[in-house]
């Protein structure tokens, strides 16, 4: 079980990502289609952004592979650094090289994950 910690993080991912403009994003509604679907998405991102690496040593704990999940990921940058996944998605669009990245993932992932919301607030 994820903890509700985790799933602002995820809430807040999915704000950067999308503006808001996912209907029902809350704590409540971050499932474990939505998580899964997610982790996809920044799988994505980090796989089209691994030369950020050496720009911001910050978000380098983004670019481990080492943990089973991205929950995982998460977790260990907030309880290391201080590190927010939305403020590394940030930190992307901000860069030309990188916002493409980014928004291609978001733009691929955006119905499925709100299908999904829906699916978890029960409107399907």
């Excluded at 939505?34 to 998405?41: A, C, G, K, P, T």
């Amino acid at each position: 079980m994820i903890s509700n910690q985790l799933k602002s993080e995820y809430v807040m991912i999915i704000n950067t990502l999308w503006g808001g403009s996912q209907q029902c994003n809350s704590i409540e509604n971050i499932s474990d289609d939505v998580i899964r679907l997610e982790d996809e998405v920044l799988t994505k991102i980090r796989n089209g952004s691994t030369t950020m690496i050496g720009v911001h040593a910050v978000f380098e704990i983004f670019y481990n592979k080492n943990y089973s999940s991205w929950a995982k990921v998460i977790k260990v940058a907030l309880d290391t650094v201080d590190a927010h996944a939305s403020d590394w998605i940030a930190v992307l669009c901000g860069n030309r090289q990188y916002s493409a990245v980014v928004n291609s993932a978001a733009v691929g992932y955006k119905s499925p994950v709100q299908i999904a919301f829906y699916e978890a607030a029960g409107f399907m």
